[in-house]
């Protein structure tokens, strides 16, 4: 007998579930609770003179209904040296945002990480974090010299390699000296070497490699710690066959679906065929890989042989190579699903004595939607549910024992496109040449052919912006409906979500049967403790400690003070654990100036010891496979208009007689006393940090001068802890050997040192590094008297502070029950620009206009009517322009559409 309960209705019968909250039933998963985050670029390869352009979706993972949870986005763009070159907090409004990053000329070639992440989804993990690469191009296409030449493997005996190259740290870092630190990272096992003896600035490099290695990356670490990093494949040639029963495992007697996929060196995918065989010699089926090197076939198991695959000679493969299937189980059970029709089959095999009843449990992000149970006839069960009564997406079909205990596992993609929004996009006009207007209108529907209240946005390109690329690259119904739920790099995402008819079922169940293969991110049962709270707009918090220890101090008032564009003062208490917690006003800047005033309960300004909680952003982690040097043709079309378009620029502002300067950065008009006698003594700065920088870059924690330079001038200075029991901080200028402090411009003696991290960085004017100081010995005399004359450094740098008070490190003090900050908030905003050719001599201007992104309009509104126009003026780009669309309703329904047509010269 079979049991079908539809859990939001009958469930109870069964046994019993809390609610958790009306909108999403029963929970099965810890991650139902997540947000979904989704970027919209818009493109996938940048000049160094480009803005990256991009509109935030911020979802509930189990409806996809814009989340209200979240209203700070943190948007960062990653170097391939796993640095942070820029950091942007995105306002979001109902779910959604939008920003651009400006690109840098200094940004070295290679794929750049785009991450983001709320604060509540860092209870998920890093799974839960929206990554995506995108690769930057110098805007004349010229790289530069290599600082990593003559990278390859060479065999030293038969089947024994090394892996040697030639590292030039100059390149990157002109001031490196003496020896170069090397990390190696072979098949994901670390190594750190030190290499030495350089000769005309090359390190010779040499590294005997482990038996079988596939891939290699070579970070170098200058002195200064700037880094360059390369990856070298080691056996692109390699093929990885790899089999997934469906529900995993193959049992005796059992007709159960095998997906495969095949991969090469790199760890991407490659189409094969074949034919899979038993021990016995006999053929079992043949097999054949799809575009993205997966596919699946029926075999029905028996434990008195084994089965492997060998691939055609047509592969260019090897032919004799056998590639071997999972072991055949003598006893077990067999979970499969299918779909005929308008119904899933599920299907459940054991060949164990079974006297319970089994349990399938149907989920689908994290919520429960079925819950069957049923007892074995003749080892099988066998029922069926109604495709329109699941949600689109990724299912989970789970088989359970008595004790609900999990037994086997399958994905399943419900295809559901009647449910997603329709979208109809239509121009104002049949033709278009250059620089014409044209007039766009959209109309929003809903599955029920209402008109519906959707955010829309609207790119539109021409087709040298992005090539190819775009019917295979990711989009909104791919992100939410099938990247976001799979862990690993879904090859073409937009191809099983193509307009012109999604992929075919065959290959979304490969995908289910391949990459779905226990790496579904909804695994974890659901919990009740969260460690980061949700951020519903910029805050600063922190606690209270007492004047004389560092015992909680609850009741305390404290007023705390905003210098933005809105000045404003807020009072509050801290609460029974001595924590504050201060919202903050819509503010779009750099950073925020904040005063905060403590007084006791008599109402008496007093000197507690106040702190701001520490908050770091996630640990980077960056697929150093990417650095593999292998441009596709689509990449390389885009790379070559993008450089053309730059170089044309460039030539017309040379002719119209344009003064192309870069930019220059005064440091400094003129010398203070205290600068002067330091210069006269110590020698000329190398590097300037104002004080102003210093504030722009303190985040909500603070606990001195030195907690800000540790983390965000790592070029410059190397911050240790020196000392026992726990010590202080300690700062030396790298690549400068011995440093000592003055500070304007009296030298700290030596049992002062603790006392010059703490320095308030709102004391602080500017922070100025002197390599190489002249009379270094001298100052090392004066710092510490007690030295013996042959340990005293005859050479050394000098690390010169400047303060406000100007008299000394004894001099900086801290106002009573006053704590100065600077804390982030929302990123400054910046505008889509793109001209308008309202009058003919505007039209008929000489200037070249060879944008090929016409159009950026992120966050359009339909309305209840379900409709929005928006405008735009063509470029002088001719050819293919498409039109993206993308929108999200307010009840989670998701739309994706593109229009294309031709702009004729």
């Avoid at 979970?335 to 095999?349: H, M, N, Q």
Wanted: charged fraction near 25%.
């Amino acid at each position: 007998m079979i049991r079908i309960y539809n859990v939001l209705a009958s469930l109870a019968f069964l046994f019993y579930i809390l609610p958790v909250h009306a909108q999403s039933g029963h929970l099965v998963a810890h991650a139902a609770f997540a947000e979904k985050i989704y970027l919209q670029l818009d493109a996938d390869v940048y000049t160094t003179e480009d803005t990256i352009w991009f509109k935030a979706v911020v979802a509930e993972s189990a409806d996809h209904r814009p989340s209200a949870l979240s209203g700070v986005l943190h948007v960062e763009l990653i170097g391939p040296d796993e640095q942070v070159m820029d950091r942007k907090r995105i306002k979001l409004t109902g779910g959604v945002g939008s920003g651009g990053l400006k690109l840098e000329k200094s940004y070295k070639q290679g794929d750049y990480l785009m991450r983001a992440y709320t604060e509540w989804n860092r209870n998920f993990g890093p799974d839960f974090m929206f990554q995506r690469y995108v690769k930057i191009v110098p805007t004349n296409g010229e790289v530069g010299r290599n600082p990593m030449t003559g990278l390859h493997r060479v065999e030293r005996e038969p089947g024994r390699y090394a892996l040697q190259a030639q590292l030039n740290p100059t390149l990157i870092d002109p001031e490196h000296k003496k020896q170069l630190t090397v990390y190696l990272t072979v098949d994901g096992k670390k190594d750190t070497l030190s290499v030495k003896g350089a000769r005309n600035g090359y390190y010779p490099f040499d590294y005997a490699l482990p038996k079988g290695a596939k891939i290699a990356t070579l970070n170098m670490e200058t002195q200064r710690g700037i880094r360059y990093t390369k990856t070298l494949a080691l056996q692109d040639s390699v093929l990885d066959l790899q089999f997934f029963a469906e529900s995993g495992e193959l049992v005796q007697g059992s007709t159960s679906k095998v997906g495969f996929k095949a991969l090469n060196g790199l760890g991407r995918s490659v189409a094969v065929s074949g034919v899979i065989m038993d021990s016995r010699g006999n053929t079992v089926a043949p097999f054949t890989t799809n575009h993205l090197g997966m596919g699946s076939f029926t075999l029905t198991a028996d434990s008195g042989v084994s089965y492997y695959a060998v691939l055609d000679s047509s592969s260019g493969r090897n032919s004799v190579h056998r590639y071997p299937l999972p072991e055949v189980m003598v006893a077990g059970r067999v979970l499969s699903i299918t779909k005929t029709g308008d119904e899933i089959g599920v299907s459940v095999y054991s060949n164990r004595a079974e006297n319970d009843s089994l349990f399938v449990q149907v989920s689908c992000r994290g919520v429960l939607h079925y819950l069957i149970r049923a007892s074995l006839k003749n080892h099988r069960i066998a029922t069926s549910l109604p495709v329109a009564d699941l949600p689109e997406g990724i299912l989970a079909f789970t088989l359970m024992d008595k004790h609900m205990q999990p037994l086997a596992e399958r994905l399943f993609f419900n295809q559901r496109p009647e449910t997603r929004l329709h979208i109809d996009v239509s121009t104002d006009r049949a033709e278009y040449r250059k620089r014409n207007k044209a007039d766009l209108s959209i109309q929003v529907t809903g599955s029920d052919g209402k008109a519906v209240d959707a955010n829309v946005s609207v790119l539109v390109m021409n087709r040298d912006h992005i090539g190819n690329a775009r019917a295979l690259r990711e989009n909104l119904l791919s992100r939410l409906l099938l990247s976001s739920e799979l862990r690993g790099n879904i090859e073409e995402p937009g191809y099983y979500f193509q307009e012109a008819g999604d992929a075919p079922i065959a290959d979304l169940d490969a995908l289910m049967l391949t990459q779905g293969w226990r790496r579904y991110r909804y695994d974890k049962p659901p919990q009740d403790t969260f460690l980061f709270p949700n951020e519903p707009y910029p805050y600063v918090s922190g606690q209270v400690g007492g004047v004389f220890s560092k015992k909680a101090q609850a009741g305390i008032g404290l007023t705390l003070m905003t210098f933005g564009e809105k000045q404003s003062i807020t009072a509050q208490n801290t609460d029974s654990l001595g924590h504050f917690y201060f919202g903050l006003a819509d503010e779009y800047t750099d950073s925020l100036d904040v005063l905060i005033q403590s007084a006791n309960r008599a109402g008496k300004n007093r000197n507690y010891t106040l702190s701001l909680d520490e908050r770091k952003p996630p640990a980077i982690v960056y697929d150093q496979g990417r650095s593999v040097e292998r441009i596709d043709s689509v990449v390389s079309y885009v790379v070559q208009k993008r450089q053309e378009r730059a170089q044309r620029e460039y030539s017309y502002r040379l002719a119209a007689g344009e003064i192309l300067l870069d930019e220059v950065l005064v440091e400094r008009w003129a010398l203070s006393p205290q600068q002067q006698k330091v210069f006269d003594r110590y020698g000329e700065s190398d590097v300037v940090i104002s004080g102003k920088a210093i504030q722009d870059k303190e985040e909500k924690w603070s606990y001195g001068l030195y907690s800000v330079l540790l983390f965000n001038f790592p070029n410059d200075l190397r911050i240790d802890r020196v000392g026992d029991h726990g010590g202080y901080l300690r700062a030396s200028i790298i690549g400068g050997e011995a440093t000592l402090v003055v500070v304007d411009g009296i030298p700290v003696p030596g049992h002062s040192y603790e006392i010059i991290p703490n320095i308030p960085p709102s004391e602080v004017k500017s922070v100025e590094l002197i390599r190489f100081a002249k009379h270094f010995s001298q100052l090392y005399q004066e710092v510490y008297p007690e030295a013996s004359p042959l340990k005293i450094p005859p050479v050394g740098s000098v690390i010169a502070i400047y303060t406000h008070a100007g008299k000394g490190v004894y001099a900086v003090r801290k106002p009573t029950g006053l704590l100065q900050a600077t804390v982030p908030v929302y990123s400054p905003t910046i505008e889509f620009y793109a001209p308008r050719y309202e009058s003919p001599a505007e039209a008929a201007s000489a200037r070249p206009d060879l944008r090929t992104l016409i159009h950026w309009a992120p966050e359009l509104t339909t309305g209840d009517s379900g409709t929005v126009k928006t405008s735009y003026y063509h470029s002088d780009a001719t050819g293919e322009t498409i039109v993206v669309v993308e929108a999200l309703s307010l009840d989670g329904e998701i739309g994706y559409k593109e229009l294309v047509y031709e702009v004729d010269n």
